[in-house]
Each structure stands twice: as structure tokens, then as C-alpha cells.
């Protein structure tokens, strides 16, 4: 499988994955293989059911092991033969496009995502799904077996660091600034990313901060706020005085799927720290998404945190 070949653009305010795979194969077997539900199931997620033509109702049935809901539904908005095949599935849009190309085809498949900003955070891992998606799809059409990769974390991040879904931004707020970072769990629940960031202990007003909500670049005060499993937060300080607050946020879409957001206020006197929180929080977010998905890495990656210190430097003298 060639990996991290997807595109993400924003067309009509909607972030939009496009793919393109040249086959070798008549754009009529290629047709049968992206539109007929008995051909679909060998290789797309869902199995899905339908009538094949415009309006149609359609229904998407998930195995019982998959992490989300099993059943979604959609409908059918284009249907021309042997050309173009799109329809909407919950909030998203694809849409599949073969052209002529010799003895085969060029498919181009794309995905509206749906669900606003939030939506577009799933970017990285709907890019590395499809991938999958449509390498079994070759595998299909050339009459092979196919097993998917075993690996997904590290293509998951390449997608996400490509599409920038990995960086933080700078508000500017009445008191200052606050730091703000955004990023999909994918389908963690809700109660394992609290426990993976608790530790599985306890927090309480007034307490020190479990380890892997801090980092030694923005050190902690005491748990202001603790809502298991959903909202931590604390002072942080500055020459052993309260400066600002982080806060933890998780939360969890049936549709949409779980992320994490954080937030740290600064005060204007504090503006020079921008930088290095945005650096740090960046690479904490990396680990944790890492930890997330079984992969522990230490010790604190310094080498990275300096990189990213530079870069958010100079996008804040811009």
C-alpha cells in the first residue's frame, strides 16, 4: 500500500479528502466494485444497503466489533453510470469519479467531512482508513488477498502533522492570551482517556495535578476544577505565583467520534511564554495521542520541543 498519497482542502467551507488511484482495470469492473453492495462489502467499512439511484435511502451497517454505532444511514444524491457515485453518509459526502485511462481507469474518491471544525479533526485517521479502504479495493479488483496493516499509529500521525491538524493557536482575550489545542481520540472512551490521564487515581480541588495532565515547561499549582471524566484543571505558575489556568476538556460525539481540548491563559505581561507553551503542549498532545493507542515514549522528547519552540516563534513575529 502506498501510504499518505490523500490531500486536504477546504472547498465551500467543508474540509474535503480527495484520493486518486490509477487501476488497471475497465472503468465498468471498477463501477460494479464502488457501487454494488455485494461487491462493496469485500473491501469498503460498512455494509451497506440501498437502491441504486438518486434519492435512494441508504443504510450502513458496521461489524459488531467496530467502535462506533452500528447502524448509520444516508442517501444516494448522484448515481450515473459507469461515472460518478456519490452520496451522503450521516453528516459526510462521498463521492467516487472513474475516468477512462487506456485499458483502465482513474478513480477519484473524495470525502466532504461533515460536523464543522470538529468534524475536521478526524481528517488523519479518515485519510489513513481510506487508504486502507482502497488498497483492499486493489486487492479485490486483482482477485488477492488482503490483510489490513497492523500499524496505524504512526500513518495516523504522518496525516495529522501533513494536515496540521497537530498544532495550537493563540486567542487573544480581554486578560491576554490563551493557548488552544484541539485533537481527535479517535473512538477513545471517554473514561479511559480520563483514566489514562488521571492515572486511574482520583483528583481533588487543591491537590497537585496528575503527572501526565503537566509539563515541566509550564509548571503546576494546585487542581482548581476536577469533573471526572471530563474537565481538569489547574493553576499554573510563574515565579512560584498563579499566573493562569490549563484546562483539560474531553469529549465524546456518537457521530463524530472523542477529542481532547486544551486551553492555558496567559496574561499579557506573559506574552515572551507563548511560544514555549505552544511547544510544549504540542508535544505533550503528541505523546498522549500516542499513549492513547498503547505506545508509551520516553523520556520527554527535548530535541523535538526546541524545534517547535523555533517554529511558533516565528509564526508569532509574522
Not at 472513474?98 to 483502465?104: A, S
Amino acid at each position: 500500500m502506498t501510504e499518505y498519497q490523500a490531500t486536504l482542502d477546504t472547498i465551500a467551507g467543508k474540509p474535503v479528502l480527495r484520493f486518486e488511484r490509477r487501476l488497471q482495470h475497465p472503468p465498468s469492473k471498477v463501477w460494479r466494485a464502488v457501487t454494488d453492495p455485494a461487491e462493496l462489502k469485500h473491501w469498503f467499512p460498512a455494509a451497506v444497503e440501498t437502491e441504486l439511484k438518486p434519492g435512494a435511502k441508504m443504510r450502513f451497517v458496521f461489524p459488531d466489533e467496530a467502535p462506533i454505532d452500528a447502524t448509520s444511514e444516508g442517501e444516494v444524491l448522484e448515481f450515473d453510470p459507469p461515472k460518478v457515485f456519490a452520496f451522503r453518509w450521516m453528516e459526510d459526502v462521498l463521492r467516487f469519479e472513474l475516468v477512462p485511462d487506456g485499458g483502465g481507469c482513474l478513480l477519484v474518491f473524495t470525502q466532504s467531512v461533515g460536523g464543522g471544525w470538529i468534524g475536521g479533526l478526524a481528517a488523519g485517521r479518515n485519510a489513513i482508513g481510506w487508504d486502507v479502504c482502497l488498497a483492499g479495493l486493489e486487492a479485490f479488483l486483482a482477485d488477492r488477498s488482503f490483510e489490513q496493516p497492523a500499524e496505524w499509529l504512526a500513518p495516523m500521525e504522518r496525516y495529522i502533522a501533513k494536515f496540521g491538524l497537530d498544532k495550537g493557536e493563540v486567542r487573544s482575550t480581554p486578560e491576554g492570551y490563551e493557548i488552544f489545542f484541539a485533537r481527535d481520540l479517535v473512538w477513545k472512551p471517554v473514561t479511559e482517556v480520563w483514566s489514562l490521564l488521571t492515572e486511574e487515581g482520583a483528583v481533588e480541588r487543591g491537590a497537585e495535578p496528575p503527572l501526565p495532565a503537566t509539563n515541566g515547561y509550564v509548571p503546576a499549582g494546585p487542581v482548581t476544577e476536577a469533573e471526572a471524566p471530563r474537565v481538569l484543571e489547574y493553576a499554573w505558575l510563574h515565579e512560584c505565583e498563579p499566573a493562569g489556568r490549563v484546562r483539560w476538556e474531553i469529549h465524546h460525539d456518537p457521530e463524530l467520534g472523542t477529542r481532547v481540548e486544551l486551553t492555558q491563559t496567559l496574561p499579557t505581561r506573559l506574552a515572551d511564554l507563548r511560544a514555549t507553551a505552544l511547544a510544549a503542549w504540542h508535544v505533550q498532545l503528541e505523546l498522549f495521542f500516542a499513549a492513547t493507542h498503547g505506545e508509551i515514549r520516553c523520556p520527554w522528547p527535548e530535541a523535538r520541543t526546541e524545534e517547535l519552540r523555533r517554529h511558533y516563534t516565528d509564526q508569532l513575529a509574522e
